[in-house]
């Protein structure tokens, strides 16, 4: 079962719920995890074993450290991602060039990620509460999708938004443009009649096919023959 959570701040946030867990996937910004909880009690949804995270931006995952200590789950992130939730993050734009880790702590967690427990360590095509992971870097090191064979769904997180049409993330909020905009690639061999974005509203019917097709309009004409 997938419900979007309402009332979250930053990205769209997620319940995922199957028979090998429960997870939230991209809880949101910086104390969103209140509506969380609220959202948890009124659907009797019971434990939480999981707090996903598609990519480190604050905007999907500033309250997942908060979210796991009120409930008692784990974090899950990707290898490459990881660096990003704790001090000594790598020095780039997104962490504003090491100044977030000279923040007191009560305040960088408006700016970046902090998650202050171990988590676990994502890898491509494993899996996690029924999910399966689809790496696919460029705007952070760790983005991932998650392919739900059962539910005929796929998460994109920010592989790709809804926001005025299936488009990849602008260039300025991305580690690499170059590889964000190869990174959907990654998604054409999936099959999913749903697709839940980041960003913009969800796409509940023939996802794969709208997905595929974007994909298509971006590659460029072959040349003519000779």
């Known amino acids: 079962m ?3 959570i309402p009332g979250v701040r930053g990205a769209q946030a997620y319940l995922h719920q199957s028979h090998d867990g429960v997870a939230v996937i991209d809880p949101g910004y910086t104390g969103s995890f209140r509506a969380i ?7 009797s949804v019971g434990r939480i074993d999981w707090v996903i ?7 999907h995952a500033g309250t997942a450290l908060a979210l796991c200590q009120a409930t008692g789950a784990r974090l ?6 990881a660096p990003y939730l ?7 734009r997104m962490t504003l060039w090491g100044l977030a880790d000279r923040l007191p702590p009560g305040l960088a967690r408006f700016v970046v990620t902090c998650a202050g427990r171990a988590a676990r360590l994502l890898e491509d095509g494993e899996t ?7 790496h696919g870097p460029g705007h952070t090191p760790g983005s991932i999708g998650l392919h739900s064979e059962s539910e005929s769904a796929l998460y994109l997180g920010d592989i790709l938004n809804n926001e005025r049409g299936i488009r990849t993330p602008p260039w300025n909020v991305n580690h690499s443009h170059g590889l964000a905009m190869r990174a959907p690639q990654r998604l054409e061999a999936l099959s999913y009649e749903r697709a839940y974005f980041g960003h913009g509203p969800a796409i509940l019917a023939g996802a794969d096919q709208r997905v595929r097709a974007f994909l298509m309009r971006r590659k ?3 040349p003519p023959a000779v």
């Open 220 to 222: 460029p004409a072959a």
């Open 76 to 81: 899950a992130v990707h290898a490459a991602d």
């Open 2 to 4: 997938i419900r979007r």
């Open 53 to 59: 995270l598609t990519h480190h931006h604050i905007d």
């Open 37 to 43: 909880l609220r959202f948890i009690a009124e659907q």
């Open 128 to 134: 996690i509460a029924g999910l399966t992971v689809v």
């Open 86 to 92: 704790q001090p000594g993050r790598p020095k780039e």
